[in-house]
């Protein structure tokens, strides 16, 4: 398997288990927050997607997918918005009344992530793309991150899904 085949069967994973998480999913589950204060699952699935959307277009030189999802979502926050460094009062404004549309907004962004990954070759993935760390950080490290955070929060939601079901 080539290097694309890896990075695409990772992207695979996270697709397959963001659908697990999200399938199922109620009006209380998709937005409890453990303890009071902790992230609850449609906002991790929210996040992961908009945190891949926004980097994999960096990536491709794209348009992200959240352009033509902000209105169906009914979220007033832009494109520069992803979640990250969020208080806990915007964690709370980010209400999903459909959770079948985090599975149609977080299948765009795999369908775009999979076009940009035909691109791939080694040059794309030795590109610098961040010049703000030392050393900077190239395409292939930022596509590994990107696994790693999605990954990470699929976890945590489906941890918190798993509370309420206990």
Not at 36 to 59: C, E, I
Not at 119 to 134: F, N, Y
Request: hydrophobic share 35%.
């Amino acid at each position: 398997m080539d290097v694309r085949g890896v990075l695409t069967e990772g992207f695979g994973r996270i697709t397959e288990l963001y659908a697990s998480v999200a399938e199922d999913l109620d009006e209380e589950t998709v937005h409890h927050r453990p303890g009071g204060t902790g992230n609850p699952v449609g906002w991790l699935l929210w996040h992961l997607a908009r945190v891949q959307d926004d980097h994999v277009a960096d990536l491709a030189g794209e348009s992200q997918v959240w352009g033509r999802f902000q209105d169906r979502f009914g979220l007033p926050n832009g494109t520069d918005d992803i979640g990250y460094g969020h208080s806990s009062e915007q964690v709370d404004a980010i209400r999903i009344e459909d959770p079948a549309l985090l599975v149609d907004y977080h299948h765009e962004v795999t369908l775009a992530t999979a076009r940009y990954l035909q691109t791939v070759d080694e040059a794309e993935l030795e590109r610098e793309v961040d010049q703000s760390w030392d050393p900077p950080v190239t395409a292939g490290q930022r596509l590994i991150s990107i696994q790693g955070d999605c990954l990470q929060h699929l976890g945590q939601a489906a941890y918190v899904k798993g509370l309420l079901r206990s």
